[in-house]
C-alpha cells in the first residue's frame, strides 16, 4: 500500500533547518483559487517515499490529465510550475527525487528514479481526480527522469518533452567514458540538504580552487572528496568505480532493446550549444533506431542548456541568434500537450520529425530523419604542410604517408589543454596548446548541418589517451565561429562497454561519432579549423596512458610525456546541405 503522511507529522520527525526556513506565503495566497496539497508523501514499492505538490483549479469537478514534473531541484518556486498546469486545464504535480523536499530517504541522484515515476504515476492513476493521463516535461535533471521513466513505461503515461536530457554515463558525469569534474560539485548542491545548496555550489571560489589544487598536486581523481574534506560522497564513488558503460549506468535509462517498446509520442528539445545535447540526441537516436514507427520530434536551434527547455536567449554567449530561432519553447510545449490530450492542432513548427534552425540563414528547415539533414560530406583530411602547430587541412587524401607529431608531458603543469568550451561562440583568435588544422578558403556557401565524424589514426608510447576534435569556422572577416566538438578516451572509441588499450608504438584507428550536432550557413570564403588536443586541465580527469583505472593514476604515473604520431590519412567528415 502507497502511503500519504500529514506535513505536521512528518515535520516533528524529519524536517531540518532548510525545511524550516521555506516560506509558505504562496501556498495561502494561492488557496482562493486552487486546492493545493503540498505535502504528500507516496510510498514507493521498496519502501522509500517520494514528496509530492498537487495542484488543482478549484470548482473543477471533471476529471482531468495531470501534468508531472519530476526533479532533484525542490525550490519554493515549484508551485508555479503547478499553477500554470491548472490554469492550462490540468493537474499540475511537482514531485521529486526520494530524499528531497519532505522524503525522509537518501537523496542518491539517478539510482532511482525510473522507478519511483512508475510509483508516482501510478498513485496519480488512483486518485479521484484522475483520468488515468498523465504528460511529463522537464529539462536536464528533469529531461533524464522521463527518459528513465519510460524504461518500464507506465500505460497511463502517455506523452514525454524531455528537454536537453541528461543520458548518465553518456554524457554526464562522464562524456565518452572521461569523468569531468563539474559534476562532482553537482552532487552537493542536490544532497546537502532537503532542497539546494545553493550557496555552496555558488561558491566557484572554493570549487576552482579545488580543481586546480587536484590538478596541481597530481591527486587521484578518485580522491577528489578526500582532498575537498568532504570524504565519502556516495553518488562519486559509485561513479568512479563504473568507468565502463556497464549494467550500473545501463540499468538507469532505456538500453538497447528498452526503445522497441516506447510507444507514446516524444518531443525532444535541445540545442546546438545545449550541455545535455549527447544526451538528448542519443535518445532520439537509439528511439528511432529500435522503434521504426517511433512518433518522436525533435525542436533544436541556436540555444545553451536553459534557453533549449523554455525560452531561448536573444543573444547567447554574444552571439546574436537569428530572429526566427527566438521562439517560445515553453508555449509550444504546452500546445504539444493540447495536442495530446485533448486533440488539439501539432505545433506549427513541427513540420517534420526533425525541426532545425540554420544558423546564419534566418531559417527553419525540417526533415524526415538525421539522415535527411544533408545531402552530401566534406572530406578533410589531416597533412603535415605547415609549422610545429599549424597545418593544412586538404580535401584530397595525401599520396604518401606522413604523420605530424605531438608530444603531452602530464608532469608539467605549467601549461594545459581542455576540449574547447569557454563560453563564448565567436572568438577574434585561437588559443590553445594542441594541433590546429585549417582548410582552404570555401569557394560557395556552404550549410552545415548535421553530426560530424571520422578517423583519427594515431601511433602513440603509451596504451590510453584522452583526446578532443573541435571544429571552428573562420569567417572571412577573421573571427573564428565556434561550430561543435568531440572528447572521448581512445580506449572505448569503439565501444564504450568494454576497455581496449591501445599497442605503444603500433598505428590505431580511432573512429568516432558522438559528437554534437550543429546547423550553419557557412560564408563563401571561410575556412574550417579543426583543433586535435590531448587532456590535461583541472576540468576532466587525467588519463596518464598506464592503462590502469584512470581513477586511480596520479602524477607518478606521468612519467615519460605522451609523444603521437597523427597519420596524414586521418579524417573528418562534415555533413551538408548542397
Known sequence: MRKIFSLALLCLIFCN???AQQPNKDSLDYSKNYIIQDSVLIQTRDGAHISAMIVRKKNVIAQQAAILV????ARVTDIKKGIEAADKGYVGVLAYTRGKRYSPDVVIPYEHDGEDVYDVIDWITKQTWSNNKVAMYGGSYNGFTQWASTKHLHPALKTIVPSASVAPGLDAPMMNNVLMTFPFSWTYYVSNNKFLDTADYNNNQQWNGLYQKWFDEGRSYRSMDTL????GNTAFHHWVNHPTYDKYWQHMIPYKEDFSKINIPVL??????DDGQVGAMYYFREH???NPKAEHYLIIGPYGHFGSQGYPDSVFEG???DSVANISIHNIIYQWFDHILKGGPLPAVLKDNINYEVMGSNKWKHAASLNGMSNDTLTFYMSNIGDSTHYKLGNTKPAKAAFVAQQMDFADRTTRNSYYWVGNIIYDSLFTDALVFTSEPLKEPVEFSGRFSGELKASINKKDMDYSVVLFEQMPNGKYFYLTYFMGRASYVRDNTKRRLLIPGSKTA???TNTYITSRLLSKGSRIVAIVGINKSPFEQINYGTGKDVNDETIKDAKAP?????????FIKIPVWK
Open 17 to 19: 533547518a532548510a525545511m
Open 70 to 73: 519530476f526533479t532533484i531541484y
Open 228 to 231: 575537498a574534506g568532504r570524504p
Open 268 to 273: 525532444t528539445t535541445t540545442g546546438y550549444y
Open 288 to 290: 528511432n533506431k529500435y
Open 319 to 321: 552571439y546574436r541568434i
Open 510 to 512: 580511432l573512429p568516432f
Open 562 to 570: 605522451l609523444q603521437i604520431k597523427w597519420f596524414t590519412d586521418s
